[in-house]
């Protein structure tokens, strides 16, 4: 059976797909299942959500403080199961990601996350911290429930690297376009168009870049070489810069993503 993130890049192999990611019960849970239904209505491709964590190391400032948010309005997995449910109850054939530190699902455990993953519609896991070394356990659960695991893969990764992750990858291959944390800088589109071709030449997964991917220009360039784009801390700013005015904050996030979602196109 084919997994619900290969089809969306099979379904329109031509039209690139936007990702949104935004941390899930930030800033409370009823505005993070607000800002899911924007996502949702405005035709987003895959939705990333992430799961609250008190020490999100490959976070810059802008995603480290919407994990703090979330944190102290008490959300914790259930609630991210609940927003994916919410979600898959709108629109049952958008893939959602979960995305977060491998801690969160050990305290969890292993058996009862994977198993709150397949009731609420989960298609797939990017784990920040996981290594290929140490991922037996989680990979095992989720290819029996045909869940994708989306690894990450760094300007840094070389070859004999990007075999070993790419050896049980699937859905696509997420490549991190800057180097440090989210939010920091801005992708450098000569040196992706490199890394694109260097991926390619070892794996047939599609490839989305994400970090330093900031509004709609971006998201343009970056189509024209891989086969979408991830766009995050731009939408949590919009929420940090707004906790006062939650109808503002929704509005922006509206138009935000509209003008995202064109820049697939061009």
Not at 77 to 103: E, R, S, T
Not at 189 to 209: C, G, M, N, T, Y
Not at 216 to 223: T, Y
């Amino acid at each position: 059976m084919t997994n619900l993130i290969s089809q969306i890049f099979k379904k329109n192999k031509d039209q690139k797909k936007l990702v949104t990611f935004i941390t899930g019960g930030d800033p409370d849970f009823e505005t993070s299942n607000k800002i899911i239904e924007i996502l949702i209505k405005n035709n987003v491709d895959i939705i990333e959500i992430g799961m609250p964590f008190s020490d999100p190391m490959a976070d810059g400032p802008t995603i480290q403080l919407s994990s703090n948010r979330a944190l102290n309005n008490n959300i914790d997995l259930d609630n991210i199961f609940q927003l994916v449910a919410n979600a898959k109850n709108l629109k049952n054939n958008l893939p959602i990601i979960l995305m977060g530190y491998y801690n969160v699902i050990l305290n969890y455990g292993i058996d009862d996350f994977v198993k709150n993953c397949v009731l609420n519609g989960v298609d797939g896991l990017i784990i920040v911290d996981l290594q290929p070394e140490e991922d037996t356990d989680l990979l095992i659960e989720l290819k029996k429930n045909n869940i994708d695991l989306i690894r990450l893969i760094t300007p840094t990764t070389d070859e004999n690297r990007l075999k070993l992750i790419l050896k049980n990858a699937s859905g696509f291959l997420y490549y991190v376009s800057v180097m440090g944390t989210t939010g920091q800088k801005s992708a450098n589109i000569q040196e992706l168009e490199q890394s694109v071709k260097f991926i390619r030449k070892h794996s047939d997964l599609p490839v989305v870049p994400g970090f330093g991917i900031k509004g709609a220009e971006d998201v343009s360039k970056i189509c024209k070489i891989a086969d979408g784009a991830v766009v995050g801390s731009s939408i949590i700013k919009i929420i940090e810069k707004n906790l006062d005015q939650k109808k503002i904050m929704l509005e922006k996030i509206e138009d935000f993503t509209i003008k995202l979602k064109q820049g697939t196109y061009s």
